[in-house]
């Protein structure tokens, strides 16, 4: 994962094990440890995946690397939860950040701090994050791409909807591509996750 200051092996729990599957490069024998330790509480605070996992021996909830929620890095993680067929994972975590969002007036910071969920009841807000930021604004377009599983085949927009409760509905009009224009929507048809 990287060498500490005296160029030792670092081996803690991160979220970089999220990054295997959104690459594609996890063995589907090893996908099911990554989603397992991924939405544990460990490293799930409930409103996304902590850079660092909670118990590690560097784990702070508000150090940048070692604990913090990044919400670019969350949706990255969704959407290769999404590409190994766990859906309803990626719908929580798409979930999680979504409704995070609400407390930053619907724009999403660089990170935010990585405290539990139950514990804070909204998310705390890491103080220098930059907001706006880039990657994060990128991050609920990935999250509605998860959500609904946008893929193309190259000439067809391929839609597979994986919506959690409590969203109704969520649909994009008029998507353009190869297939000229089309809808893509959805409807909950996931339990809102506890």
Not at 33 to 59: N, P
Not at 132 to 157: M, N, Y
Request: with cysteine.
């Amino acid at each position: 994962m990287a060498l500490d200051g005296k160029k030792r092996k670092v081996d803690s729990l991160t979220s970089n094990i999220g990054h295997l599957l959104w690459s594609g490069i996890a063995e589907d024998d090893k996908a099911e440890q990554c989603v397992r330790h991924l939405m544990s509480d460990a490293l799930f605070s409930g409103w996304g995946i902590r850079t660092m996992a909670k118990g590690e021996g560097s784990y702070n909830p508000i150090g940048y690397h070692v604990g913090t929620v990044w919400p670019h890095d969350t949706s990255i993680i969704a959407w290769g939860m999404r590409r190994y067929g766990y859906k309803a994972e990626a719908a929580r975590l798409s979930l999680g950040i979504l409704e995070a969002a609400i407390y930053f007036h619907y724009r999403l910071p660089e990170a935010f701090a990585g405290y539990p969920r139950e514990a804070t009841q909204f998310p705390v807000e890491y103080p220098t994050a930059c907001s706006p930021q880039a990657w994060a604004t990128g991050a609920p377009l990935l999250l509605i791409r998860t959500l609904l599983g946008l893929e193309s085949d190259g000439a067809h927009l391929i839609v597979d909807p994986a919506i959690p409760a409590p969203i109704d509905r969520l649909e994009l009009l008029d998507v353009p591509g190869r297939w000229g224009k089309m809808d893509a929507f959805g409807r909950a048809r996931l339990p809102k996750a506890a």
